[in-house]
Each structure stands twice: as C-alpha cells, then as structure tokens.
C-alpha cells in the first residue's frame, strides 16, 4: 500500500490511469485505495477494457473517460459492501445470541455462531428447502400401455393417450392423459382393445399376430430448426463446466480468469450472453487468430463460406441493450502460446468457449419430424420420432448423445421448472418422447400414408413412476442463484428474467465456496451436487422462525436490482440507505421480542 500510496501522491504525476478490474468490485477497490491515500488534485481517468490484449489495453487508455462519470457505480460499490456488512454483522450477532446455546446443546458442541448474510442464507434456504421436498417425496406408480407397430417388416411403438373420444378421457383413473395409477384398469383398456368388433377384424384383410391392426389417423411430417445457442456468460460457463469436467464454480472462475490473464479469452465476471456492435465489426480478427488453433482451423473455411461474419451485426447474438458492463466470454484469437503452460482442464474449459464461439457462424441445426396417430377401434396412440437432416453448427458443438429410453418411464414429481433440474444440455435437440430409429426403418415411416392399415404386433403395459425433483449441483445451483431462485434450464426464458438474480457474476462462486467451508453445505466433489449439513438445517429453521424474508429468492434479487439502480442513477445512496436501515432495524426489534429459541426440533 505505501508504494502505491507513494506514487499516487508523486508531486511529478499529474493524471492517474485507474485500470483496476473493469466492474462494482473493482471500481470500489481503487476508490478504497484512493480514500485511504488521501490522493488529492490529480485528473483521474478509467480505463475500462474487455480483454488483456494489447490493442483492447491501448484503446481503454485512448478512450478513458473522467473517473466521475463512474461515480454512480462507485457509489453502489459502496452500499453493496455497507449492506453485506450491516446485514452479517447485525443478524450473526443477533441470532447467535438468541438461539446460538440451543443449536450448540443439540449439536453438542461447546459453543455455535449463526452466521447469516444476505446472500448465502437465501442460498442455503434454497438447497434445505430442495432437500426436504426429496425428503418428503412420496413415489407414485403409473402404467402406460404401448403398442408396438409392425411396418413393412421394421417395429415401431405407439403410446395411448385418453384424448377426446377416448372412452378415458377425463376419466378419474388417469395418471396426467397417458397412464393409468392402477394396472388393473391398463389391463382392462388391453382387454377392451383385443376384443374384436366388426370394424376392426380383417380391416383391408391384414390382421397381426395379436389378432390386431391399427390405422393411421393422420400423420406429420415437418422439419424443425435449432439455433446454435448464445455465448456463455459466467453462469452458464460454470454450469457446463460443472456436468462436463466435475469441477467447482469457483474452481471455473479461476480456470476462465488464468484464460484471460493469458489474453486468450475475454473478461470473465460478466452476465451478457451476445456482443456488442463495436465487438462484432472487428470480430475477423477473434477468428483470424483462432485459424492457428489446431481445433478451430478446420472449421474456418466454412465460416469463410457461410460468410455469416458479415452479418453477425443483425443476428441474436449481438445486442447493445442486454450488456452492462461487459460483453459475453468469447476467444481472443491470441495468446495460443500460452495455452501450452496451462493445465488440461483448463485446455478443455477453453476449448468449450471456441466452439460455442464458432458455432453462432454456422447454421442452425435441422431435424425432421414425423408425427404418426394410429387408432385401435376409438383409441389413440402417439409417436414421433426424429432424426439430423442437417448437422449445421453441432458439426462444431458435438452432437447430443440420447438420453436412455429408461428416462421416459419416469414423471418428475413437481411441474415446477425449478424441480427440472436435469443435466440436459442447452445444445441439445433430442426430446425424450422421440424414438430412437434407423436410416431404413425411418425411410419406410416417411413412405407411410394416412388411412394405412398396420399390424399391431403386441400391446404392452409399461410402469413408470413419479420421481422426485433432482438435488442442486454446483452448476445448477449458480444458474438458479442467476435466475433468483428458479432454476430455468430454456436459454430463451432464461434471458427474459436477466437483472434479477441473486448475487454478481463474481460473488457467487465464493457463496457457495464459503458455505461449503462453514459446513453448512456439503460439497460431493464427485459428482458436485450439493447437499445441507445437519447444521445448515438448523440455521435455516432459526431464519425460518425469525427473520425469514432472508431466505426469499425475489427479495435477495430485489436488493440486488436496487444496488443496479443506484448504479444507473435511478435512485440515489440515501434513499437506498435508509431502506436498508429501516429493513435492519425492524427485523432486529421484531427478534428481540420473539421468545421461540427453546422450541428447537431436529
């Protein structure tokens, strides 16, 4: 400090250069300095940069702007350390002092510290609250009945439904429209349907093995596009990071800021997933560089083909309104050299954004669809099957691998999309109601014509059962934090909600980090999903019974969008500082004439 305190306050330096992090954070770490320098009558400039190349770090310095234009930031920098601050040290001290001996007499330990804070106990409340759901999940068996179809010597299924005129439809035995919550009335629907009548024997005089035949009702064919997905911002960098090489969010910042460091990727700490139009005019020369990456290079003469670079101004991917403070996390195109001293997970870290980078130059991916009705006497059943006409940009991004059929038999016990919490794949295109088929055997489903006459070979009863929502991984966890609490896996629904989420791009890793050390949460390394202590339960009821607005997702995200207001110049530090003060202090008075903190219960 007194070194820099030094040549801050030279009589000789005349104009000071701030080139700390380009965010809140390090706005307020060079104010900080600044304040306690005592840095008095020297012009100040900011230079605010994208990426540590050499001509993004010359055009910051040409382009700095006064230091006051960044007040507003400056100013949220500070109330967002004052409210971490007032928030922690007000309700630590206050719960602890109020139910700290119960929890220590149950725990059995000499002493216990609540330790709460206006992120992390939202956070905490979010994967208790997930873990009690799996907790108290009851299974519910259901069955579903198949017919497995005989076309020109290949075999495909049908699934029933109780749609309109069916004789189940809105029946009271259903489980949702494609099951039955009892065998016997599956079996019963199996008996109704091999009973023969007069319209369904010998019908064209085909009949199948099981004495039955089916026809089609109507049948679709449509092909259907998936657009190369947005560029990864942190989150969503962290989150795939988290599935595909098991690593930690915090461990993925650090990989991601040693990219950047090495000038090979972008600034790391951002929410944005498109490019600015400044960014997209010069984007040739990101991928000029990248044509000496072994990985990239083969792709580059299509790129150069497809010519989309020259228009990528126009595209989804580029969009001033949806940035802030930086751009999403795309390769510089130099400092390859230096991907030789870095480690092999991080080689693989970088190698995910190139091809996520080089993928929004290719064209969308195309499926075709077919949609096949078949009915047995005034019964339904579905198929849909679906296979890559077009590989278009998962010829970079890697084609899905299909989920196991084993996976269609299970029903997700909670609507909710925060119960979804699935590792499926944003670049995926497969839907787990699709069938799996061969080139042959989906040439002869495209030759099959509405009114055709098909054997049915067998109808059979397959039991599925509701499963309970999936516990958070660290990837997921940090997407959920983004989203305040919802966890969102549709990219398009996903950026709808943005500027709501609890925590920064470069907090959240460390939350979780932190309520791992505290053993509040445990980490499986492994795997990376994350579970809560015995401990971390019973700090979560104490917040539950006495200040519970702190484990509310949308109002976590709330003071957060406050402190981006302040940022914007919507509201001013005063108005900010005296709701926090009135939140403090009638959350304070209201614990301390609670007398709850004998009635504990594990």
């Known amino acids: 400090f007194q070194i820099v305190s030094g040549i801050l306050n030279r009589e000789d330096v005349d104009t000071i250069y701030v080139c700390t992090d380009s965010g809140r954070e390090g706005e307020y770490i060079y104010r900080l300095v600044e304040q306690e320098a005592h840095v008095e009558g020297k012009k100040r400039r900011r230079v605010w940069i994208d990426s540590q190349t050499e001509e993004e770090i010359l055009r910051g310095i040409r382009e700095a702007k006064d230091l006051s234009e960044y007040d507003n930031l400056g100013a949220s920098a500070y109330l967002r350390a004052k409210e971490d601050y007032l928030m922690g040290i007000n309700f630590s001290r206050l719960l602890t002092l109020k139910y700290g001996n119960s929890i220590s007499n149950f725990l059995q330990t000499k002493y216990s510290v609540v330790s709460v804070g206006r992120v992390m106990t939202c956070v905490l409340g979010m994967v208790v609250r997930r873990e009690r759901e799996i907790r108290d999940f009851v299974k519910t068996p259901f069955y579903r009945v198949l017919s497995t179809i005989d076309a020109q010597g290949h075999t495909f299924e049908g699934e029933w439904r109780a749609v309109k005129g069916s004789r189940y439809f809105e029946s009271y035995d259903l489980y949702k429209e494609n099951g039955f919550k009892e065998r016997k009335k599956a079996e019963e629907l199996i008996q109704y349907l091999q009973t023969p009548d007069d319209e369904s024997v010998n019908v064209a005089g085909i009949q199948g093995q099981s004495g039955l035949n089916c026809r089609i009702e109507s049948i679709e064919k449509k092909k259907e596009k998936k657009n190369p997905p947005l560029l990864y911002n942190l989150a969503e960098l962290q989150n795939d990071c988290s599935k595909r090489f098991k690593i930690s969010p915090d461990e993925t910042l650090r990989i991601v800021q040693e990219l950047y460091e090495k000038k090979l990727v972008t600034y790391p700490r951002t929410d944005a997933r498109v490019l600015s139009t400044a960014v997209a005019k010069e984007i040739t020369r990101n991928l000029n560089g990248l044509s000496k990456y072994p990985m990239a290079a083969p792709y580059m003469q299509d790129i150069l083909n497809f010519g989309s670079y020259k228009t990528l101004a126009k595209t989804r991917y580029v969009n001033d309104k949806q940035i802030t403070d930086h751009y999403a996390i795309i390769p510089t195109g130099q400092g390859l050299n230096a991907l030789n001293t870095v480690s092999s997970t991080a080689k693989g870290v970088y190698d995910l954004i190139v091809r996520r980078f080089l993928s929004i130059f290719y064209p969308p991916a195309v499926y075709q669809k077919v949609a096949i009705v078949t009915k047995i006497k005034e019964e339904s059943f579905f198929s849909s099957f679906k296979v890559l006409a077009e590989e278009g940009y998962l010829k970079v991004a890697g084609i899905p691998k299909k989920k196991t059929t084993q996976s269609s038999a299970k029903d997700s016990g909670n609507g909710n999309s925060e119960n979804n919490n699935n590792d499926t794949n944003d670049e995926a295109g497969s839907d787990s109601s699709d069938q799996s088929l061969d080139t042959g055997l989906f040439e002869v489903i495209k030759s099959l014509k509405k009114g055709a006459v098909l054997q049915v070979r067998a109808l059979d009863i397959k039991e599925g059962e509701t499963s309970p929502p999936k516990r958070y991984n660290s990837g997921s966890m940090i997407l959920a934090m983004e ?105 304070t008075v209201g614990v301390k004439g609670l007398n709850n903190q004998y009635q504990l219960r594990a």
Do not use: C
């Open 483 to 587: 989203n305040a609490g919802q966890l969102i896996e549709d990219e398009e629904l996903r950026a709808q909600i943005k500027g709501s989420g609890i925590g920064t791009s470069a907090t959240r890793a460390e939350i979780l980090k932190k309520l791992v050390n505290i053993k509040y949460l445990a980490l499986n390394k492994k795997t990376q999903v994350i579970t809560p202590t015995l401990q971390g339960e019973m700090i979560y009821d104490v917040v539950d019974h006495s200040i519970r607005s702190l484990l509310n997702p949308e109002l976590t995200a709330s003071w957060e969008k406050g402190l981006n207001y302040v940022a914007e110049g919507s509201i001013t530090s005063d108005e900010y500082m005296r709701k926090l003060d009135h939140f403090i202090t009638s959350r």
